[in-house]
């Protein structure tokens, strides 16, 4: 991989890339293939701002006094990291990205179904994100990504409605995509590819999308609330006008906590054909791991008070709250359990894309496993607002979703580029991302049970804390790195790689019944799907002599 | 409360370190005995619902064992015992302001005495913050507008942190404090310097200067309710329902007077938001549940010792209302330095 020079091409088939040149070719275009990569280029700009905001969260960290930036400082800090990373990062990193390109390759369709509402996906992201930046760079916010009123509503001076409206307009881009998404795997599937012939990668898509579309209003809706509180002193949330405080966190809760799924199950989705592939098998239980998918999106809408147990609900409706969020955890239980029962009797492979499948499986148990402790109320109410419900959001929202989202790239990257990254490079920052993520995060579970509340700048109260901030600052560099090599030799593989053949993992999946990177309109012929999904018994089948199975 | 607390916590441990140890063990397991062999290939298996269901079912089981117990350590709690010693919490941005029914004040500090259970009524005057003892494993949000309430019973003397865990601006993380347990006699100790008075005596003050008695006399001929033994009790309201005169109706029937008026009563109570401070709020709470004859019986004895007013404290009380009518220009009355 040490090449140096361009492999010299042969006259290039056309493809999605090389059709046209030019900045207008991309900036009008209405191919979803080329609206996804304006996507990733988009998303990895705001992933390495947040990152950066992260860095100095735990720089700050490293010593008990507040040293580095200023208190008000830092409090933008985690909050413009929340924002970011959430709002511009991870809510549209897979669907986005891998869910654009893909959906209309795996169903055996040309485009989505609304192309041109595609492309104002993407502008109204932009302009969402322009606003964020804008935001940010004139001050920013302080209330944390949570906005919690009345703090956000009457108290704090800083630029509550801006950042609003960026969430607000980019929140529509999220439902746009979603829509978009329903509407083209209902209408747009090839003959032959019925619902249970889909990639299990489609039904997460299909479950998120309608996440996307019933949650996000809310969170928009709430946005408009506290401007036209700030604004206009309504009373809606604010005691004195006899409103109430805690409306606000259902309003807010009931879009936020079903946004964890929007950016969980896309990654759930990736894994599994990852592992499908590279354990050379079916799916274990296909029908149970795609009715997860849609159990989590239906239960994920009935546990958000589960974030208020402390906030002043009743006893009972904790008690209620409780129960369905043990509810929710059991098909995310399940599909962990199909994943593990898929590898049994397969024949594994350990590329990349199946070491940040591993990597996934381990840290989403983890994370899962602690939400148990979240959801026992008992001990929610020591645990929660503490560094033990930041290790178990970021053992979900990253652990989970960016080892998956990295999986997933780097699973279809010879797709989506044509070209083939330095495998050697790719198992490395797999286990530097893992390391580096149990490093920074594994101690914040035990700071947060020794009782160290989360936004807190200063711990010169506490010194005893810092042992532990010290070894999760020293994991987060390690992090660092890890994600920062993708990017490089994903860079450097679209000049220097070699060009990959049009089916290099002998993957199923229609996506790889075309060349890559594909043609404009995807299939030179519409598909016609006589398989189930995951037919990898036929993909292998051996060509002259019989060959024993795996015992 | 910690031990019920750190019971559940290791038995979550245990089971959870088991579950993902069984999950790691068999996915390595699986990855190094199904590894890719040359000329080996994968055995096809379309899964199986008895497996499913299996797999279901008896971790379904687990949660609903953790969600049980879970829930009870949740509504010990929640329910604060009947003759638990009441202290008043006030938050603000950014420190705590703690009332003890006996008259003493402090600041980022709350002495107690070990053994003793102890009921925080907590509001706060701005934006929402939340106390948090994580010696003691409780934590409870400090809303503005109403009362919120936690209690613990400290088991051993010493200095325990109080953080305050809902974020809430800039000097968020400087809003801790200390929770001071202490052996009863030091703590009587301490209770006896520098008190000004009983809180329900405070209150009392504050309920004849404000004008109350003129509408809410002791007989029947008031032009509001008689406020005696109404404490506790159910109230009728114009509207037809019900509701417990708790602390939180007391408060927004000061505040709010025409919510939950009272059947049989005019509306003409005037609003006193923004006319009172919460601390005067909470002295005037105190008064009306120190002058309700009817208490739970085990609480009868920790309120007796207020309920009679006329002692001679209440000539000293008179002069601290107009120290509690500008609650910034408190000093820190801390007894520890």
Redesign the interface.
């Known amino acids: 991989m040490s090449m140096a020079t361009a492999i010299p091409q042969p006259a290039e088939r056309e493809n999605y890339l090389n059709k046209e040149y030019g900045v207008w070719s991309w900036l009008l275009t209405t191919d979803h293939k080329r609206i996804a990569l304006l996507y990733l280029i988009s998303i990895t700009f705001f992933f390495f701002i947040g990152g950066f905001f992260a860095l100095l969260i735990r720089l700050e960290l490293l010593t008990p006094a507040?040293d580095l930036v200023q208190?008000?400082t830092y409090?933008k800090l985690f909050t413009m990291h929340g924002m970011v990373m959430i709002f511009f990062f991870l809510i549209p990193s897979i669907p986005a990205v891998l869910g654009n390109f893909l959906v209309p390759l795996m169903i055996g369709a040309k485009d989505l179904a609304f192309p041109r509402i595609n492309l104002l996906s993407w502008y109204l992201y932009i302009i969402g994100g322009v606003m964020m930046l804008h935001c940010m760079l004139t001050g920013g916010v302080?209330?944390?990504w949570?906005f919690?009123a009345?703090?956000s509503t009457?108290?704090?001076n800083t630029k509550i409605v801006e950042a609003g409206l960026a969430i607000f307009v980019a929140g529509f881009s999220s439902i746009l995509t979603g829509l978009n998404f329903v509407v083209t795997i209902h209408r747009m599937r090839a003959p032959g590819m019925t619902w249970s012939r889909l990639p299990l990668f489609i039904w997460a898509h299909y479950a998120t999308s309608i996440i996307q579309l019933l949650g996000t209003p809310v969170v928009a809706v709430t946005i408009v609330l506290v401007a036209a509180e700030r604004a206009l002193h309504l009373g809606i949330f604010d005691?004195?006008l006899?409103g109430?405080?805690?409306l606000f966190q259902h309003l807010f809760w009931f879009y936020s906590h079903p946004a964890v799924y929007i950016m969980i199950l896309p990654s759930m989705g990736v894994v599994t054909e990852i592992i499908a592939c590279f354990?050379?098998?079916?799916i274990?239980?296909?029908?149970?791991v795609a009715f997860s998918s849609i159990a989590i999106a239906v239960f994920g809408f009935l546990v958000w008070a589960h974030h208020m147990?402390?906030?002043?609900i009743s006893?009972y409706s904790?008690?209620v709250f409780?129960?369905l969020s043990?509810a929710v955890?059991?098909p995310s239980?399940?599909k962990?359990?199909?994943w593990?029962?898929t590898?049994?009797?397969?024949?594994?492979?350990?590329d990349a894309p199946m070491l940040y499948a591993?990597g996934f499986?381990?840290l989403f148990?983890?994370g899962g496993?602690?939400g148990?402790?979240l959801?026992?109320?008992?001990?929610?109410?020591?645990v929660?607002?503490?560094y033990f419900v930041v290790a178990h959001f970021h053992y979900i929202m990253v652990g989970g979703a960016v080892m998956g989202y990295l999986g997933g790239m780097h699973f279809w990257w010879p797709k989506i580029s044509g070209r083939l990254y330095p495998e050697g490079w790719a198992r490395l920052a797999a286990l530097i991302v893992f390391i580096g993520f149990n490093l920074t995060f594994f101690p914040q579970f035990v700071l947060g049970?020794?009782?160290m509340?989360?936004?807190?700048?200063?711990?010169s109260?506490?010194p005893e804390f810092q042992v532990l901030n010290v070894l999760s600052t020293a994991g987060a560099t390690v992090l660092g790195v890890g994600y920062l090599l993708p990017m490089v030799y994903f860079l450097w593989s679209m000049r220097y790689g070699k060009p990959a053949s049009d089916n290099p993992w002998n993957a199923a999946g229609l996506e790889w019944k075309t060349a890559s990177p594909p043609p404009t309109f995807n299939f030179d012929e519409e598909p016609v799907v006589t398989w189930e999904a995951y037919n990898?018994?036929e993909l292998?089948a051996?060509h002259s002599e019989e060959?024993?199975?795996?015992? | 409360m910690a031990p019920?607390?750190d019971a559940?916590?290791i038995f979550?441990l245990i089971v959870?370190g088991m579950?993902?140890l069984l999950?790691?063990v068999?996915?390595i397991f699986?990855?190094a005995r199904?590894?890719?062999?040359p000329?080996?290939?994968?055995?096809?298996?379309?899964?199986?619902t008895a497996?499913?269901i299996t797999?279901?079912a008896i971790?379904?089981a687990i949660?609903?064992v953790?969600?049980a117990?879970?829930?009870?350590?949740?509504?010990?709690?929640?329910t604060p015992p009947a003759d638990a010693t009441e202290v008043y919490v006030v938050a603000k941005?950014w420190m705590w302001k703690v009332e003890h029914a006996e008259g003493q004040r402090e600041i980022n500090e709350l002495h107690v005495p070990v053994g003793r259970d102890v009921k925080l009524i907590m509001t706060s005057q701005?934006?929402?913050h939340?106390f948090?003892i994580?010696?003691f494993?409780?934590?409870?949000?400090v809303?503005?507008?109403?009362y919120?309430v936690e209690w613990f019973r400290a088991t051993k003397p010493g200095v325990y942190?109080l953080?305050?865990?809902?974020?809430?601006?800039?000097?968020?993380?400087?809003m801790?404090g200390s929770i001071i347990v202490q052996e009863p006699a030091q703590y009587e100790a301490w209770m006896n310097g520098g008190s000004t008075g009983p809180l329900s005596a405070t209150g009392e003050k504050i309920f004849a200067e404000l004008g109350c008695v003129t509408c809410h006399r002791t007989d029947t001929q008031g032009r509001g309710p008689n406020l005696q033994g109404v404490f506790g009790k159910p109230v009728r309201l114009e509207d037809g329902r019900t509701v417990t005169a708790d602390e939180n109706y007391l408060r927004e029937c000061i505040l709010?007077p025409g919510a939950k008026r009272v059947k049989g009563f005019q509306p003409i109570m005037p609003t006193f938001?923004?006319l009172v401070s919460e601390e005067q709020v909470n002295a005037l709470v105190a008064y009306i549940k120190s002058i309700s004859a009817a208490k739970p019986a085990a609480g009868a004895k920790t309120d007796a010792s207020f309920a009679t007013p006329r002692d001679p404290n209440q000539i000293q009380a008179q002069a601290d209302v107009k120290a509690q009518a500008q609650p910034n220009a408190q000093p820190n009355r801390s007894q520890v330095q």
């Open positions: 507040g208190a008000d409090n302080d209330t944390g949570t919690y009345p703090f009457s108290f704090t005691p004195k006899g109430d405080p805690l354990s050379r098998k079916r274990f239980g296909y029908h149970f147990f402390v906030a002043g006893v904790a008690l409780s129960f043990y955890a059991l239980a399940i962990v359990f199909n593990t029962a590898l049994y009797k397969g024949s594994i492979h350990y591993f499986l381990g148990t983890i496993l602690t148990l402790f959801s026992a109320l008992g001990i929610n109410v020591h929660t607002d503490t049970y020794m009782g509340p989360r936004r807190y700048y200063d711990y109260h506490m990898y018994e292998d051996p060959v024993p199975v795996a015992r | 019920h607390v559940l916590y979550l959870t579950m993902a999950v790691f068999v996915v699986f990855a199904f590894r890719h062999r000329g080996v290939r994968a055995e096809q298996i379309e899964g199986s497996l499913e797999w279901s971790p379904f949660f609903m953790i969600f117990w879970g829930a009870v350590v949740y509504f010990k709690e929640r941005q701005d934006v929402i939340s948090y994580p010696a494993r409780i934590k409870q949000d809303l503005p507008g109403r919120t942190h953080f305050c865990a809902e974020y809430c601006g800039t000097q968020h993380s400087g801790v709010d938001q923004g």
